[in-house]
């Protein structure tokens, strides 16, 4: 099988590594370095459960192929709190408002939430559920997701 080399920053370490050339950006978090908080729900673009950041923006990662993350940097949800474990706030916020269910759409959920704060981090309910509208929960009919987002939103102005 053809290979390919693929150097990129992962949550800040530097991954240089060869991958099968058909390998997506999710085949090399999940598999190359068991990084499995991005999560293949459906595979092809759809459930949004795949999503990392990828310089900032958010990405499907089950669309995007390793080659494409050539020289990204990328953040998945292993690298979003602090260094000493610390939680994000949207974590916090998450587990305060009772904004996980399954689980399966959380990290998604909230790497699309971090790239909206990021670049506005006074977002309306509008904005997030804009945000959030390609990204799909069966479990919790998104209100308390909504109101986490929003909470660490206000959190980050004060
Ligand atoms: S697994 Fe990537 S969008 Fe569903
Ligand atoms: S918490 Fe189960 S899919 Fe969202």
Redesign the pocket.
């Known amino acids: 099988m053809k290979k390919i080399p693929v150097s990129m920053t992962v949550n800040d370490d530097e991954v240089d590594i060869y991958v099968p050339a058909h390998w997506t950006l999710l085949d090399v978090l999940r598999e190359e370095l068991e990084l499995t908080g991005a999560k293949e729900g459906c595979g092809e673009g759809v459930c949004g459960?795949c999503t990392v950041l990828m310089d900032g923006h958010p990405v499907r990662s089950c669309l995007t192929l390793a080659a494409e993350a050539r020289g990204a940097r990328v953040l998945t949800v292993e690298g979003l709190g602090g260094p000493g474990m610390e939680l994000d706030p949207l974590q916090q916020a998450f587990i305060e408002k009772g904004?996980?269910?399954?689980?399966?759409?959380?990290p998604g959920?909230l790497m699309t939430a971090k790239a909206l704060l990021d670049s506005k981090p006074e977002a309306t309910e509008q904005e997030v559920r804009e945000a959030i509208s390609g990204n799909?929960?069966?479990?919790?009919g998104y209100a308390k997701?909504v109101e986490a987002i929003l909470d660490a939103s206000h959190k980050s102005e004060t």
């Open positions: 459960s904004a996980v269910q399954c689980g399966f759409c959380t959920m799909i929960c069966r479990c919790t997701i």
